[in-house]
């Protein structure tokens, strides 16, 4: 199967019980959201990258650094109905890459490898893993993953698995197809998903194949205030050019396609 292009999709909400208002939260001059975009602009195979979001705020804070966001409605009941929403003009073979709006220290390399995988097209869905610090095994907030010997996943759980020997994180972090992204959507919830609170078990349980490609990453997410804080210690740690964006990449061709399509949407 061909695929034409790889859109990037960060979805977005204002609202959150431990950390209200997150994406637009600044670290040294930039909102939250602008730095997980700027490390996507550097992901080589990405054509193009929107921001879907339900709140106006966020929307405008994406426009003022010259991204690109929609609006989407704000009774999706996951990030992945948003993007649903999103990409519903796009091609039904155009590529989607969900990528977390909370993880501004995604690595743009890993994004590759998993487009890279998807465009193999012998599985549903792509996503990602990486070894597993061992005294994080036992660490409900850290989603472990099992996989068959040529990658397919056999089970993610908030529990250790395997209950001995090496662990694998997953990275939420995924690529699939807008055809596939809008039947999982109309796919009903499952027990297993409802147990361990991953949605991803869904696509698992209505027998679907996600792949899991194992990478180097030192990601993580900023879940609250605290991680923000350590955030922006680190980013303080850098030197400028570390932190700037990268030449080459014109930014008009990485949101080209989105300004149509973003005009069709409600806007509070």
């Known amino acids: 199967m061909k695929f034409d292009a790889a859109i990037a999709i960060i979805p977005a909400r204002y609202s959150s019980t431990r950390f209200p208002g997150k994406p637009i939260a600044e670290i040294n001059g930039k909102t939250l959201i602008e730095h997980v975009y700027r490390r996507v602009e550097q992901a080589s195979l990405v054509d ?5 979001t339900d709140d106006r705020r966020i929307a405008d804070a994406v426009e003022r650094f010259g991204g690109t966001a929609i609006m989407t409605r704000n009774d999706h009941p996951s990030g992945t109905d948003r993007l649903a929403e999103a990409a519903g003009e796009l091609d039904p073979d155009t590529l989607v890459v969900n990528v977390q709006g909370d993880e501004p220290l995604v690595e743009p390399v890993i994004i590759d490898q998993a487009i890279t995988a998807a465009r193999l097209g012998d599985a549903d869905i792509v996503t990602l893993m990486t070894r597993l610090d061992p005294d994080d095994a036992n660490n409900p907030n850290r989603v472990k993953v099992v996989v068959d010997r040529n990658g ?34 109309r796919l009903q919830p499952t027990p297993l998903e409802i147990a361990e609170r991953l949605e991803q ?26 991680d923000l804080e350590r ?10 050019a570390r932190s700037q964006k990268p030449e080459g990449r014109d930014p008009s061709r990485l949101t080209s396609g989105f300004r149509l399509l973003a005009s069709g949407f409600p806007r509070d």
């Open 152 to 185: 397919i996943a056999l089970y993610f759980s908030r529990s250790r698995i395997p209950s001995s020997g090496t662990c694998f994180l997953h990275l939420g972090l995924y690529a699939y197809t807008v055809r596939f992204l809008k039947k999982f959507t």
């Open 231 to 240: 955030f922006r210690e680190l980013e303080g740690r850098k030197p400028e």
């Open 201 to 226: 078990l869904r696509a698992l349980e209505h027998g679907y194949r996600i792949r899991v490609v194992e990478v180097e990453s030192q990601s993580w997410g900023i879940d609250t205030p605290a």
């Open 48 to 52: 193009r990258i929107v921001v879907a």
